[in-house]
């Protein structure tokens, strides 16, 4: 429970906690007991100034307090998140006959629930005072029960941060207050009296209670609850409002001022920074709760009146009941009394934003419609779901929390083996650490943690399971290879690639637990799994942070960072009093641990900025690695002592893509060339494979030094603002279009960087045994060329990535409802360098296996899905070879001489998935050959239908103006 407390002694002093102006008080029923929210009372009290614990009779103050009662239902602990607030005072009660039963489960589930409570408080709460109240006096009457009860409670809560905020009761020395329901309050005999008058001193003592608010904020407050209260009108639209400020003198940003500020004390709610629910103010906080709780509810225990029409669409309804997904066509029915869908879609996305509904991927079978009716759209409520997944005891117990059911059930073991290596450990821990600085989250001097330090530091809140699990079904599920099984505390996850990832709820460590089968590299699930951790603990637990640890042994964990960073420098790591050995952590964690050394071959080389786009260079090198492609990046390939500069350039050699990430925050370090001239590692990097590229197309490099070199392509991804790092501000160079960046690029310094061309020269020289001169290159020119080249652009704004819309304007597509967020995004732009590396890798293989040293690939290969960007060179020209066969029938002729036939098998052999935006672009295709390619071939390709349909129309009218151009442009 939650009570929350204001002062209202004049016009223009008021303090607030959760509300300033509160219409009379209104009886509670039976069924309102089980909402997740019950505004039980309003009251205004006299209140004497009190100091060193005696009333003096100064001038007393009315003042007025609103009472919340959260509910104790599971179920509805998600909805805590938005009326908890620190401006509150918070009476947390339980049955002190639980804490002394001799009911082991009982005692424990009690706990676990004052657990929850206590923690969350100091979660979204911290500094709040916060009073302990134990009932059933009338039962548990004895002195010595007392004094058990609150060493009991001290022993647990002195060494959690939010110990500082628990109130002591000095009248019986207690660390809570004992009271009876059962006596006449007009006397303290309870302990009830003893309790208001504590809360009234502590309520009293608060910073905020004397502050000073403007009286036309006020003015306007009360103005709302009164229309609110008089017309039962529970939302305003920010029309009504901007009306009503008016009347104050009050328009324009001291209006949206003046509601961030209520908000802010819970008096109202205003989400100012969703999409939507900006353009509402909702004064009623029940009617919102009532309203999402329509469809996250114990189904078996609370009815609404809306489940009558709801039980017409049984299997609609089943799929909710019973495997916790809401069709958009359910939840209009079940918000059949709000008329405005402006207002459900706002309400949606709310709760998306708080995780509280997932937008589900579409399943493979829809995929052929290119267009999905809003009905059909699909969301995880993931708080219905049932406890666990193999123990079905738990039933509908619907005061059960997840960390009670999954106790038992989910324990923490060392070993739980992915395949038959009985030395391979392919478990981890993404462990819940409340975010202060006493947190024993490992550091540098720390890399492991007991059981025991886990137990006493972690919280894992009620939902947070739910909520990941959630989001990786929103994120992946397009790339499921079947429906996974799902629960509030165990889940599994059925990839395509045959992949299945376990994930569990570990109370005991406040942990989730991630068990990856059927791969030997685990690394690529769990980083999916850590991103999306991370993206739920920013939107939705901004007082959490995540720490992933591996299992040592049955006491003891590693941070698997430190594990890596030992792996680097080759040393050991320190369990307690024992040294473990560098190839002890080799053979256990072998799995997890990236490969160290300079390989033969990589597929390709990430080059990036390490403060600007160090995360996004981490997804696609997860990403790459799942294609089974051997991806190079510093961080995780360079062994600690090794020459960095060097080692880079050797594995771009070495490399058969080179992809640089180019955006505002790679290139805005390089404006400090119109000031000093230094080596820039990134500068470096961008000009070598650029040189070693214009060498190779150049033909100026002989058959033994090509012999050394990889490298057939530079595919830069040019990156939006939106891919920056989290948490970095932008920065001097403002590139909010693709124009704008290419254009900063343009605009970087004239001057040649002569400390970057001299340690480029040098490491030529090392690499092929004789002297290398290149020529000048500027600065802005080796930027510039980058947008030239063979560019994947990866321009997406930040809405586009972040917001789940829907809109009526227009029917829904499936690109529209599925694929505007990061983790679908990511995978688009990694597949399209997986498919450049293939197709340079199988060009490398051919010429080398027909002996074809001295073939290179000159120019840009435009009919690639990646070529968004062409190069400047005119045409693909391609050397003869004395010892051609049949399969390189492509590489010993120019395209101008093809016919029709042969570029129909060069099609077929390349098998580009996405040809057809090629054909759709450009208007120099030969028709006859459009003509030949069937719509069989396009869909083969992976073309979906309404490009088919393009296609054949584009087909139909170049045929009729009987185009006839060269085919070598395209």
Known sequence: PSTTLISKPTQNSTSTSTTTTTPSPKTTSTEDLDKAIRKVADFTLDVASKQQGHATKTKQKPLTMKIFDLGGQATFYIFHTFFMTKYATYIVAFNMATLISKDEDEREEALVFLDQWINSIFLYAEGAPVLLVGTHADIVTKRMDYEKISTLLFHRYNTKPVFKQIIFNESNHLWFFPVDNTKNQTSNSGGVQLLR??????????????????????????????????KQKPLFSLDEVRDIASTFNMEGEEVTNCLCFWHKYSMLLYYDSIAGMSDFIILDTQWAVDLMSKVIRNFGLHSVAED?????????????????????????????????????????????????????????????????????????????????????????????LSAFAARKLNVYEKYNRANDDSTTINTAYVAFFIATKSSLVASVDNPSMTVLQMKETTFAPEGIFSRIVGAICAGQGDIFGQQPSLSRTQCELYFESGVIVSLELVPLIGSLKVIIHHTHRPRNMLRMVEDTVTQVLRDCYRGLTSTTFLPFNNDRLFVLEKVVDSHRKKCPLIAGRESVTHSTLQSMYGAWLPALGMLDAYDVFISYRQCANSQFAFKLHNHLEGQSLVAFLDANNLETGLNFKRSFMMAISKSSVACPLVSAGAIERMLQFEHDDYCDNVLLEWWFMLELHEMIEGGKLSPAELQKIRLRRVSPMILSEAWRNENVTKGQIEADTFSDLKLAAEQLSSTVSLKTKKDLEVFLSILFGEEKKIRDRSVSEIASSLFDNDAIVCWDSAQQLSEFRIGHASPVTFKESSLSNKPKRMREYSERVGEVANLAKEQLEKKREAGVNNYIDGGVDDTHPCATFH????????????????????????????????????LETIKLSHVAKVFIDRGNVDGCVLENLEKQHFIEMGINCVDVSILVSKRNRMLKKQVQQPVSNA
Request: hydrophobic share 40%; aromatic share 8%; no cysteine.
């Open 308 to 400: 009558k029409e709801a039980h017409r669409h049984m299997d609609l309804w089943n799929h909710l009941v019973k495997e916790g997904v809401l069709t958009y066509k359910l939840l209009k029915i079940m918000w059949s009394s709000v008329k405005d869908t402006k207002i459900i879609d706002a309400f949606l996305d709310l709760m998306i934003r708080y995780g509280l509904v997932m937008p589900l991927q579409r399943q493979q079978e829809e995929e052929s419609k290119s267009v999905l009716d809003v009905d059909e759209l699909r969301f995880l409520v993931p708080s219905v779901l049932k406890f666990t997944l193999v123990d079905s005891s738990m039933g509908d117990n619907a005061w059960s």
């Open 871 to 906: 190069h400047s060179s005119s045409s693909l020209s391609v050397s003869t070879n004395s010892n051609p066969n049949v399969d390189d029938e492509f590489v010993t002729t120019t395209m101008d001489d093809w016919d029709e036939e042969m570029v129909l098998r060069w």
């Open 197 to 230: 008058d504590v809360v009234t001193s502590t309520v009293m003592a608060q910073d905020h209670v004397p502050m000073k608010v403007p009286m036309s904020w006020l003015a306007v407050y009360d103005r709302l609850s009164e229309i609110s209260t008089e």
